[in-house]
DNA sequence: CCCAATAAAGTTGTATACAATTAAATTGTG
DNA sequence: CACAATTTAATTGTATACAACTTTATTGGG
């Protein structure tokens, strides 16, 4: 046996040595960052991105948006009822299949996009970092994602 | 007025070209990951960044907490009640200024970093990324926190 | 010394995350 | 066709996050 089990100066559980604490502590930032921006559309960090998926396909299912924003019906379907209460979309049956719910967009859910539109222009503006940097970050969390996703 | 405010085709609302998100994603997948790994120990990852400080510094007050961790009362006094109902903590008043909460670890909670030290490699292991691109994720993410953090 | 301003935590209410479980519909196989 | 296995969502319970507000204690100016 090595003394690695007894080491007391184990350099791996110091607070500052941590890699993922500023990921955790990053994505936190992240989502502050974007709330008084997306207080002006009554959104939250998740409703927003909800919402920008159904801007591009005008109806998805429970399933389709647990795979795109990688989270599970005990998270999506109270995100998904919220926003149905706030009229941003309907959530009705497949009719072919009635255990699919079918997720739309309403009109007033495609008209909050325009109040959307100067939102990532702010944001790219309070972030500080440069395109390069950013590409570089996405990239290096896709990566990280990937990895992670490997059962 | 430029065409911008009524462009349909604006690329920087596609859910794909979403700098944050892969970020969002990647601290919960990190957190997710973490998780099989803390079961044995009885800790959530926040829990678990919290007693770490404390491995290094026996006691600490919320207020100090608060800005290591990044986080406000709302989230730590809940928190630390629940690391004291645990038994891995306890929850002092300061004597000489009783606004002040000491949070101090106990026998208990420096025991449980002798079962922490296996995590660092475990998940080290599953994590993918090599040493050189885990301190590039860290730094981008420290400085992403720094530019956030200017008001 | 008094008391307004400030500081430190705590509380309340809302919205994620997610494990574990349940409910309901569909599929596949004998 | 019967029915077990599977699929898709929903539900339940716990633990973050955090805005807004409250409570309690301390400090500082007059």
Redesign the pocket.
Known sequence: MTGKATMDSDKTLLFDNQVCFPL?SA???M??AY??LL?ELD?????YM?LMLLWEQPQM??????AR???????????????ESKGLVT?E???????????KITAQGKALRQKAEGIPAQLACNIGLDKKEAVQIKQMCQRLLQSLAED
Do not use: M
Request: proline letters at 4%.
């Open positions: 955790y994505a936190n930032a989502v502050r709330r008084p207080r959104l939250t960090y998740l409703q909800t299912t429970v399933k389709e948006f647990g924003l990688d989270l599970d019906s005990g998270t999506l379907t109270p995100l998904l009822k919220r926003l959530r049956r497949d009719k072919l299949d009635e255990r699919i719910r079918v997720i």
